[in-house]
C-alpha cells in the first residue's frame, strides 16, 4: 500500500488550476442573496427545468434592479432576501402573474408586518390581479418590518398559499446580526449574537416538493381542477434544483429560473452553518453523513435555557425533519476524529496539518486496498483513501474528484425522494465535500 | 340527529369554564356522556355522517335530548384541586365502545378486549385467552356494550392538556370523531406550577374523509360481509378542521372567542391533533412558548411561531398579547391544508383575535 506524503499534496494541490477551469469558481464560503434592507420583488410566471429532463411552469420573484429599474427574469425559489437585525426591512411586491392566478401577496412568519397598498386578503394586504389592471395604491404592495432577533427565517405567499407556495413564491430571510457578539471577534461570522453560535462557512438548504400534475394543470389553465386533496409530488428540490442540478455554480446560465446551488465544502476543522427551511408542505427526514450535527436554533430563536446563556439546549443529531413552515440552524464539523488512521497518510514524524486530530497521527490506513480492476469505483473516489490524495483511475473513470476530497452525502431519508419524477438518482441528494486544507474553497 | 355545529361550537369554549362548577363528589371530577351518531355540516354545506360525544346535562341517563353530540366532544376539566376523574358513558351506537386518555392510566380498566375475529361473536377480558392465537384485540379497555352504561374512572389524574378518545377499534371509531380534550390545572388558571394564563383556548385538529366516514356509518367498512372499504390505508381527506370547523365558519373568525387580551395577557392555546396526519400549527407574526407537551411541561420552554403537531399529540403554548385590542394574527395549518374538499380559500384557517371589549 502506498502512502501518500506531503509532497504528494502539494502536487495536487498545483493541480487545482486545472480542477478550477473545469469547475469554476464560487464563493463557498457564504450564501448567496439579495443583501440590502429595500426590495422590489415581481411575481412572474416562468419555466424550471427537472433533473429527470422536464420542464415546468413555475411562478417565482423576479427581483427589480433599484439603481436601473430592471426587472430580471423570475427565480424558484425567490430570492433569499439578506437583511441585518434592527435594520427596517421594505419589501415592495407587484404582480405580473397571468390572467386567473389571483391576487399575490407574500407573509413572514416571525416578523411583524406593516403591510400598505393593495386589498385586505385572508392572511395580509394582497397586490391585485393582473386582469383587473390595477393602479395606483393597488398597483403593489409594501411589507415593512424591523427583524429584531438574527436568524433564519422564510416567507411565503399569503394568497392561495397552497398554490401559490407550490408554484414557487416562496424564498429565505436571513437577519444577520447587528454586531458582534460580546467577547466575539470582529472577524469571524456569528449567526446569533452569542460567541457560541461562530461559524466559518455557511449553506443554505431550502427544501420543497412539486406535483407535476399541479403545474400542468396551471399552464393548460384547468383551473377548477387543481385540488389539493390530491396531492401527489415527484420532485423535490433543495434551493430550487434537484440532484445532480444541484452540484452546478450557483448562477450558471443553463438554469436561469433556478440560480442556487447546494454544494456545501469545508476545510477540516472548520465550522459549518446549514440554513434549514421546510418551505413547502411535507416534511423531509435530511440526514447529515459524516458527524453529527448540533441544531442551535428553530425558528430563529437560539435553543437557550435563559437569555444571554447561548445554544445551551442545542441537540445533537444525524437527522432533522423538515417541518413546513419551519427553519432550524444547524452546525456541523468534521475532523476524522473517529476514524482510527491519518486520513493525510503521514508518517508519525510529520508535521500536522491545520485542525488536524492529533491521536490520529501517522495511524496506518486499516486495510490493505484491493487492486483497481478489482473493484468499481464510484464517480467521487479520487483514486486514494487520504484527503487530498489521487491514485490510478480505471480507463473511462469520471474523475469528478480531482482534489481528492471526501463526498458525504447529505440527503433525505424518504428514498423515494431521491429521484427526479421516478428517474434515479436525482431529488433531495447533495454532497458535503470535505477537502484538503491546501485545496482553495473561496 | 343533526348536529348544528355552529351553535355546537360557540358553546365549546365555554365549556372549559362552565364545567368546573358540574363535578359531583369530593375531590372527583365526574361526568355523564353519551356517545352516539349524528350529522355534521361542512363549511362547503355538505353533511357527513360522524359518531361523537355529548353531556348528559342532568346526569342520569333517561332525559332524552339533553345532550348534543359534538365532534369533538365537550372539553372536560378536571379541577386543580380533584385527583379523580369519573366519567358515565351511555352507548347509543349499535357497537362496542371504549374510552381512553392517552397519558393517563385507567384505574378501573380490566381490559383489554379480545375477540374471535372476524366473528365477533366471543370475547374475552384481559390477557389473550390461553391457547387462543387468531383472537384479536377489539378495546384496549373494558367495552360499554350498545343501550348500557358504563364507568371509567381515573383515580390519580395528571395535570395537563390530554385527548379522551375510543379505545375501541380506534382507526375507525376516533377517526368517526369520537375524542376530546380533558384539562386539569395544577391552580386557579395556573397550567403548570410557573405557567399562569388569563383566559384559554382549546385548538383540535382533524380531518376527515367522507367516503370512509360514510362507508363506517352505512356498516360497509372493514372486515364484514358486503364492505365497500376495507381499511383506512387509502384514505384521503377532504375536510381539514379545527374544533370542528373549517374556513370560513364563523367560529374560526375568532377561536379564542370574543375577549379582549390587553398587552402582556397571557392567552394560554391548548394544541390537539386528533386526526390521522400530521399538522404544523403555525401562528403568522407572533411567536408562542411551547410550555408542555402530552401533559408534561418543558424543563425549557420554547420559542417558537409554529411546530410539528403529530397525531394524538397536545401541545400547551402561551401567547403574549403585544398590544392593546383589537388586534388579529392568522393561527393556520403550515402543512397547507387550506381548502374544504379541494375548494380554497378553506380548511385549517382560523383567528387569534383580541376584541375590543363590548360595553353594553
Known sequence: MDRIGKQHHMRVALLMGAFLLFFGTAAQGAIVGEVGSNFKLVAKQDVVVTSDGDSTIIWGLAVTNSATGVTGRPQYPGP????TQGVPVTITLRNELPDQAGNVSLVFPGQQVTANGGVEGLMTREVLQTHLKP????????????????????????????????????????VRPAATPAGGDPAKKYAYNHVDTEYDREFLYVVSEMDPLIHRQVEERRWSSINFTTYFPTNWFINGRNYPDILAENFVPWL????????????PGEKVLIRFVGAGRQTHPMHFHGNDFETIAVDGRLLSSAPGAGPDLAWQATTIKSVPGQTADLVWGWTGKELGWDIYGHSPQDPLEPHEYAPNH?????????????VTYGPFYSGSPFLGGEGELPPGHGGLNAAGGYFYMWHSHTEKELTSNDIWPGGLISFMIVEHPDVPID | MFLKKT?????????VCLLTIMVGKAGAAEYWLQVGAAEMTMADGS??????????????????????????????????????LIIHLKNNLSEPVSLNILGQNLTNNSGPVWTNFPNDTETWSGARPAGNYTARVRSFTHETLPGQVGEYRWESFRSGTYMLQSATNPAKQVQMGMFLPVV????????YTDVPYDSEVVVVFHEIDPTIQNAIAAGTYGAVPGATIGSSVDREAKYFLMNGMSYPDEGLQHINGKVAL???????????????????????????TLWAEDGTRYQYPKEAYGFSLPTGKTVDAILVSPKEPPWHYPLYDARMNLNNNGVYPGGMFSYIRSSVPDHR
Open chain 1, 135 to 174: 393602479t395606483g395604491a393597488f398597483i403593489e404592495v409594501g411589507y415593512t418590518f424591523t427583524p429584531t432577533q438574527p436568524g433564519t427565517y422564510l416567507y411565503r405567499s399569503g394568497t392561495r398559499q397552497d398554490l401559490q407556495v407550490e408554484m414557487g413564491l416562496f424564498g429565505a430571510l436571513i
Open chain 2, 184 to 191: 386539569k390545572d395544577v391552580g386557579q388558571k395556573l397550567a
Open chain 1, 256 to 267: 436561469p429560473t433556478q440560480p442556487y446551488n447546494c454544494q456545501p465544502r469545508m476545510h
Open chain 2, 7 to 15: 351553535i355546537t361550537f360557540q358553546g365549546f369554549f365555554l365549556f
Open chain 1, 362 to 374: 501517522g495511524k496506518p490506513f486499516p486495510v490493505v486496498l484491493p487492486p483497481r480492476d478489482a
Open chain 2, 262 to 288: 390587553y398587552e402582556g395577557k397571557r392567552l394560554l392555546i391548548r394544541f390537539i391533533n386528533a386526526g390521522l396526519d400530521t399538522h404544523v400549527p403555525q401562528l403568522q407574526g407572533l411567536y408562542m
Open chain 2, 47 to 84: 353533511k357527513v355522517p360522524v359518531w361523537g360525544f355529548g353531556l348528559d346535562q342532568d346526569s342520569n341517563f333517561t332525559t332524552t335530548g339533553d345532550h348534543a353530540v359534538s365532534v369533538p366532544g365537550p372539553a372536560l376539566r378536571v379541577g386543580a384541586d380533584d385527583k379523580v
Open chain 1, 80 to 83: 433569499t432576501l439578506i437583511v
